[in-house]
């Protein structure tokens, strides 16, 4: 398959989007704090030091599910759709399970760098974040669709 010609994502659109994603992933983590009381049988302490290893495996699973379902399911996330944005492998084609596991833990390291992972973009040729040089990612700006006449 030949590499990608469409536009790379600017940063300032990939904060955007991730702004939008803040959305569905509260929800996901009410429902991940909620699983966490069941699975502590209703009293969930999170001052211990186990409790508060339960919330956040939990909320981290439902993170990495909510991303790599949707990278690997179309390309992008809700976040993504609304500025027409999509993360295609480097030579174009859809992200498979394992390049969207690898993605998105590289990711968390991007942002736990102070967001030097993110920022690298603006210095970048190609607009590649680290986790994008690393996974052979690329984000790519959609076209609009052409209108109905």
């Given at each position: ?66 991303f790599i379902v949707s990278w690997t399911r179309g390309g992008q996330t809700i ?71």
């Amino acid at each position: 398959m030949s590499k990608i010609t469409a536009t790379p994502a600017t940063l300032w659109l990939r904060l955007l989007a991730i702004v939008y994603d803040l959305l569905p992933l509260l929800g996901l983590w009410l429902g991940a704090a909620g699983l966490a009381v069941l699975l502590s049988g209703g009293a969930l302490d999170t001052h211990r030091l186990g409790g508060k290893l339960t919330m956040q495996a939990l909320v981290l699973l439902a993170s990495g599910a909510y991303f790599i379902v949707s990278w690997t399911r179309g390309g992008q996330t809700i976040g993504m759709r609304a500025w027409r944005l999509r993360v295609v492998r480097s030579d174009g084609a859809p992200l498979t399970i394992a390049q969207s596991a690898l993605r998105f833990p590289l990711a968390l390291l991007s942002l736990a760098a102070l967001g030097a992972g993110f920022w690298w973009s603006l210095i970048d040729r190609d607009r590649l974040t680290w986790h994008d040089r690393i996974a052979r990612t690329l984000v790519v700006r959609l076209e609009k669709p052409a209108s109905a006449k």
